[in-house]
């Protein structure tokens, strides 16, 4: 019982990892970015070709891979969303979906749809943990996610530059009076969800299976917890992924582990009727 | 003028067409179905380049392939020296495609059996056509124990099937002598393919004294089977058994690994643990896992005759034969003998000749004990291989006749 929790607990910071990013940018830019799950594929491929070539372990290019990949949310933000954010939501909205087909389709093209996985990593291995067998992969990923939780959280809400990200967040013409110009910020903000997916991903290759439609498998997950978190709150979407880490392992570990996806959805749901703005939402 | 030499053009053309039906006494034609384009191309290619192959076998004399029925001889001798001849139809992998072709073959391309189609829901379509038509189904290839479960009286299958090969497990399983192995745990992802797989283990467990301490459905693709690999360990399973395609068998591995749990016997049934990307990917960490197989180089490389097709085949494609080309050819090589021992192309006399094959395993090119139809029209000489993971390849540890290393299999399974 402690032990499926325990392992429960592990997933959902991973899962949290993951949904961080995305929640933050839902929050300040107020762009659901549906190609989520393909950035943390690239991230994902990144680590992976960084190992497969360049012989660098993951937990040690993963802030490369962040770095990569806070550059390119920048251009995903400068190319693509600043164009469309003047005009209906729903472009943007279409304009995230499609962007995600194309990288994925594009992942099939060019790294054709084998699925690769890393052989062992400085990661590889176990961790004791009263009487229990924990991967380290999972532990040291799961403690990543708590402190890049962390750290977001310092910045968003206890900094000067968090202070003009929520004033953007609030109102952006009252922002650009005041002098906070909107579109830096949302490009910094842009690349700061994108490096911290890429960071999730590069830790996941240490366990996890690189394909090029690996995005859906953590994307929806996400997504979820994002939604059950509350609207762009970074506690709430790392709560509601622990959450969601948890019910999977309760249900896996007192039903049947093919349940795992249903009780999450039925929470999920359960959530979206009582309490439709989220857990710690604020809209 | 003009008109004329047209009109003569005309019947000279339909002369010619006229000579090869003229010349048919001398072809017995057999409609092959195959997924030619689609997802399954690539296979449908290989198993293409396999069943050319075999007409090359019976067409033409091969002496050197001894005990192969027709081998040495050139073409049908019982219908007079009769050539062979293919006809390939395009199934795209779908089952509607496979029945209309079925129905076009027999119409327009008058061919005197049919074979294929790889796939278990393609068989199942097309052979429906040919049962309602009276006409001889031989199929190579399809693995669903549904198929031979219909009584069907123009339905024939060479390869064993599912059932058979969870049989064979029970079968290798009673050899292992080092570790118990009693308490069986299933892991299976809740599609046919894994649903299938846990029926038949149910249902042999107990004909082979074994009990089924899990039973551990999970959903394909998941982001983690932590909950599942834990409630594997609780179970202290005795064997585990896997039915699960590769992106979720490279996650168990990873996953058992990293919580260092180690079933005492991990035997996977085929599919994702035979991919060669897991092998490759995951293949170093995981040394010394069974699996099902049909086939293995191992004992294709011992078995004389085996060792020539596939050096034959290689020469011809480039690529060794493997599971799937390697049955659909065995199956061409029975039907093309049963319709050379009835002497006759009529439907009737072929399913009787069918019925009363009787071949032993010198006179096959697959490791099997022979061909010989059950009543439902089943083979009951086949036989599923095990293997273990040695290395980057495969190698046999059952049935012992083809275990070339008499130290595996390594029980108990460990981590490296």
């Not at chain 1, 990200?165 to 909107?182: F, K, Y």
Request: aromatic share 10%; net charge positive; with cysteine.
């Amino acid at each position: 019982m402690i032990e499926a929790l325990t392992a429960g607990l592990f997933n959902g910071l991973i899962y949290a990892a993951v949904a961080v990013g995305l929640a933050l940018i839902w929050g300040i830019t107020d762009v659901i970015n549906f190609a989520h799950g393909e950035f943390l594929m690239l991230g994902m491929y990144a680590a992976y070709w960084l190992y497969t070539l360049g012989r660098i372990d993951p937990t040690l290019s993963a802030p490369l891979v962040a770095v990569a990949l806070a550059f390119f949310g920048f251009m995903v933000y400068a190319l693509v969303i600043r164009r469309l954010q003047r005009g209906p939501a729903m472009a943007i909205i279409l304009a995230t979906f499609g962007l995600g087909l194309v990288l994925r389709q594009l992942a099939f093209i060019f790294f054709s749809p084998d699925y690769r996985s890393l052989p062992d990593t400085l990661l590889s291995g176990s961790v004791s943990l009263a009487g229990m067998s924990l991967g380290r992969p999972q532990v040291v990923t799961g403690l990543v996610a708590l402190a890049v939780v962390a750290a977001l959280f310092v910045l968003v809400y206890r900094t000067r530059w968090g202070h003009a990200l929520q004033a953007v967040a609030e109102d952006r013409q009252v922002a650009a009076l005041v002098g906070i110009p909107p579109d830096r910020v949302n490009a910094q903000v842009w690349m700061l969800g994108s490096a911290a997916v890429g960071l999730a991903g590069a830790l996941l290759t240490t366990f996890f299976y690189v394909f090029p439609s690996v995005g859906t498998v953590f994307g929806l997950l996400a997504f979820v917890a994002v939604c059950m978190g509350g609207f762009g709150s970074l506690p709430g979407a790392c709560i509601a992924g622990i959450a969601i880490g948890l019910i999977e392992a309760m249900t896996g570990y007192l039903a049947a582990p093919a349940l795992k996806t249903v009780s999450v959805y039925i929470l999920f749901i359960l959530v979206l009727w009582y309490r439709p703005r989220g857990l710690f939402g604020r809209w | 003028m003009n008109k004329k030499i047209i009109a003569g053009l005309a019947a000279g053309l339909a002369l010619a067409a006229a000579l090869p039906a003229h010349a048919q006494e001398k072809t017995v034609r057999i409609g092959a179905l195959y997924p030619l384009s689609g997802a399954l191309a690539s296979t449908g290619a290989e198993i293409k380049a396999a069943i050319e192959l075999a007409v090359d076998i019976i067409n033409n004399p091969h002496p050197e392939l001894k005990g192969i029925p027709l081998a040495a001889e050139s073409g049908l001798p019982r219908l007079g020296g009769a050539r062979f001849k293919v006809v390939f139809g395009d199934t795209q992998g779908k089952p509607e495609v496979g029945l209309a072709d079925a129905q076009r073959m027999l119409d327009q391309e008058k061919v005197v059996a049919l074979t294929g189609a790889y796939q278990s829901a393609v068989t199942k379509t097309a052979s429906r056509v040919a049962e309602q038509r009276g006409v001889p189904f031989l199929n190579g290839e399809s693995s669903s124990p549904d198929l031979t479960e219909r009584g069907y009286k123009w339905f024939f299958r060479t390869t064993p099937n599912d059932e058979t090969f969870v049989e064979n497990m029970m079968q290798f399983l009673d050899t292992i002598k080092a570790v118990p192995t009693a308490r069986i745990a299933v892991v299976y992802e809740n599609t046919d393919f894994g649903v299938n797989t846990y029926k038949a283990v149910e249902k042999f467990a107990k004909q082979y004294k074994r009990q089924i301490v899990a039973n551990i459905a999970y959903g394909a693709g998941s982001a983690s089977v932590t909950a599942e690999v834990q409630k594997l360990a609780a179970a202290k399973p005795d064997v585990a058994i896997f039915a699960s395609y590769t992106s979720d068998a490279m996650l168990f591995v990873r996953t058992m690994r990293e919580t260092q749990y180690a079933p005492p016997v991990l035997l996977a049934n085929d599919a994702g643990f035979i991919d060669s990307r897991f092998v490759q990917e995951v293949g170093p960490q995981v040394q010394g896992v069974l699996t099902r197989d049909v086939w293995a180089g191992d004992v294709a490389a011992a078995k004389a005759g085996l060792k020539k097709i596939n050096e034959m085949y290689k020469a011809k494609t480039g690529k060794e034969l493997n599971g799937n080309n390697a049955r659909s050819m065995q199956g061409m090589l029975v039907l093309a003998d049963a319709i050379n021992r009835a002497g006759s192309t009529d439907p009737e006399a072929i399913r009787k000749a069918l019925a009363a094959t009787d071949l032993n395993d010198d006179q096959i090119a697959m490791p099997w004990a022979g061909v010989k139809f059950d009543d439902k029209g089943q083979n009951t000489k086949g036989a599923g291989l095990i293997l273990e993971l040695r290395g980057s390849s495969y190698q046999t540890v059952w049935p012992e006749k083809y275990r070339a290393d008499k130290s595996l299999p390594t029980v108990p399974f460990a981590w490296k």
